[in-house]
């Protein structure tokens, strides 16, 4: 089944021209599983893990078949509709189609909130032939007349799982009555809870499924561990591991997770006062302000990006080699989408998640998700022995006292850079057990405090 080149798949002309460009000569296995299908004019469920290629997945061949069936566009007319949860991922989609289709000579146009929405306005009225949205501009657009969906002929929705959890499941059904029955569907989703099953069920007819990787699994190329500290000792952590990682790992690039907007501001605000340059993106800032943030990060100008689930989604920046969890996802679904953000387009990284005593069951979740146990990391200066206590004798949640972590305080790691993390960080300790297991800095980086 799996296709040796993109040679092999037939694609048109100035498609091939833009993938060689690229340097894309093979196809990842979504790829070479979806491209067919979706040349065949079949609709398509597909489970692909973040940072497979899924995006090339589905834009390669809506861009062949457009570039073989050239209709012309039509005032306020759309013909290919791409739903995605967040602004984030709509540029980010946008940018693949204008990258893949450059040969062409289709046109593209995006609409989403939080920006002027006349330039949306102006290039719809001409008729675009490839429109990536999220649900609510779209929406919006639609009441005042301004987007004409009666001539869709594909219908996409890309990580459909998120835009569940983001509650827009009554957008997308209304968005879904205004395109024509007869259409082609696409449906993308990174996990396949019910509910993802059950909108497929309702929008696809007669889908061909193709699952790329086992659901809930975390890619095998990310090396991840958990690191049980007090809360009150995160934010030293996260000092400790971010400043090392930016010494030791030039032009490599750290993203922060924070479950709240106001705690990703003030993560930036620590990190920047300890000397590590930072910035946060989140849903309170504006989409300019998100982007421009967002160009740096990308561009290596900025070392460390602090950001919250939803901000992050969309995030493709190849550079990222750490991923830091400051704090568990409320989602267990959501920890999966984060680690993807590192060994993106088959490389490697690395993810710690920090984790204080009332986190243990966010962090049992996880664990049920991935069907794995996360490795525990304790050579750190702000390891929690009791909370591995807790963990071992499957306590849900007990308040720590601070006297008992006495063990590990003061050691000195306000703004220090030899505590480990980036590359610093192995997982020798790895054994083949169920229970927690232990890991170790590399003796290079920093000589064992473990107990
Ligand atoms: P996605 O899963 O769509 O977010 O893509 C993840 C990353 O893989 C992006 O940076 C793509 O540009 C890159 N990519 C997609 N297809 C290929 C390919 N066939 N060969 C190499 N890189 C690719």
Request: glycine letters at 12%; charged letters at 25%; aromatic letters at 4%.
């Given at each position: 089944m799996h296709t040796v080149n993109f040679a092999g798949l037939s694609l048109a002309a100035p498609l091939q021209r833009a993938l060689a460009e690229k340097g894309y000569t093979v196809p990842s296995p979504i790829q070479a599983q979806a491209i067919p299908v979706i040349l065949e004019g079949r609709d398509l469920l597909a489970c692909a893990?973040?940072?497979?290629?899924?995006?090339?997945?589905?834009?390669?061949?809506?861009?062949?078949?457009?570039?073989?069936?050239?209709?012309?566009?039509?005032?306020?007319?759309?013909?290919?509709?791409?739903?995605?949860p967040t602004r984030e991922l709509a540029v980010q989609v946008m940018d693949s189609f204008a990258t893949y289709g450059k040969y062409t000579d289709l046109k593209f146009g995006m609409v989403f909130g939080g920006v002027s929405e006349k330039p949306q306005i102006k290039a719809l009225y001409s008729g675009l032939d490839i429109l990536v949205a999220t649900t609510g501009r779209l929406l919006d657009l639609h009441q005042q007349g301004h987007i004409d969906l009666s001539q869709?002929?594909?219908?996409?929705?890309?990580?459909?799982?998120?835009?569940?959890?983001?509650?827009?499941?009554?957008?997308?059904?209304?968005?879904?009555?205004?395109?024509?029955?007869?259409?082609?569907?696409?449906?993308?989703?990174?996990?396949?809870?019910?509910?993802?099953?059950?909108?497929?069920?309702?929008?696809?007819?007669?889908?061909?499924?193709?699952?790329?990787?086992?659901?809930?699994?975390?890619?095998?190329?990310?090396?991840q561990?958990?690191?049980?500290?007090?809360?009150?000792?995160?934010?030293k952590l996260l000092i400790d591991l971010v400043g090392n990682h930016a010494a030791n790992n030039k032009g490599e690039l750290s993203l922060v997770f924070s479950r709240t907007k106001h705690g990703a501001r003030k993560l930036a605000e620590q990190l920047n006062k300890a000397g590590i340059e930072a910035d946060a993106i989140h849903g309170n800032k504006s989409q300019a302000a998100r982007q421009k943030t967002l160009n740096r990060f990308r561009d290596g100008d900025l070392p460390v990006l602090v950001a919250t689930d939803v901000a992050a989604r969309g995030i493709d920046v190849k550079n990222i080699t750490l991923v830091i969890n400051f704090d568990l996802p409320m989602e267990p679904e959501a920890y999966v989408h984060?680690?993807?953000?590192?060994?993106?387009?088959?490389?490697?990284?690395?993810?710690?998640?920090?984790?204080?005593?009332?986190?243990?069951a966010l962090l049992r979740s996880v664990e049920k998700l991935i069907k794995n146990k996360i490795p525990i990391l304790e050579n750190h200066g702000h390891h929690c022995p009791v909370i591995t206590e807790l963990y071992t004798s499957g306590a849900q949640t007990k308040t720590v006292n601070p006297q008992q972590n006495?063990?590990?305080?003061?050691?000195?790691?306000?703004?220090?850079?030899?505590?480990?993390?980036?590359?610093?960080?192995?997982?020798?300790?790895?054994?083949?057990?169920?229970?927690?297991?232990?890991?170790?800095?590399?003796?290079q980086q920093r000589k064992s405090t473990a107990r």
């Open positions: 893990q973040t940072g497979t290629g899924k995006t090339a997945a589905f834009a390669l061949p809506i861009l062949h078949q457009m570039a073989h069936n050239p209709r012309k566009t039509f005032r306020r007319g759309v013909r290919c509709l791409i739903l995605t869709v002929d594909t219908l996409i929705l890309d990580e459909a799982d998120r835009m569940l959890d983001m509650g827009f499941i009554r957008d997308i059904r209304k968005i879904a009555a205004l395109v024509p029955r007869q259409r082609h569907t696409l449906l993308f989703s990174a996990t396949m809870a019910p509910e993802v099953t059950q909108l497929a069920n309702s929008l696809l007819n007669k889908p061909v499924d193709i699952r790329i990787t086992p659901e809930s699994t975390t890619a095998d190329k990310i090396d561990n958990v690191l049980f500290v007090d809360k009150r000792n995160k934010p984060r680690i993807g953000r590192t060994a993106r387009a088959g490389e490697s990284g690395q993810a710690l998640t920090f984790c204080c005593d009332d986190e243990l006495r063990g590990n305080s003061g050691r000195g790691n306000s703004g220090g850079r030899g505590n480990g993390g980036g590359r610093g960080i192995s997982n020798r300790g790895r054994s083949g057990g169920s229970g927690p297991r232990r890991t170790e800095f590399r003796p």
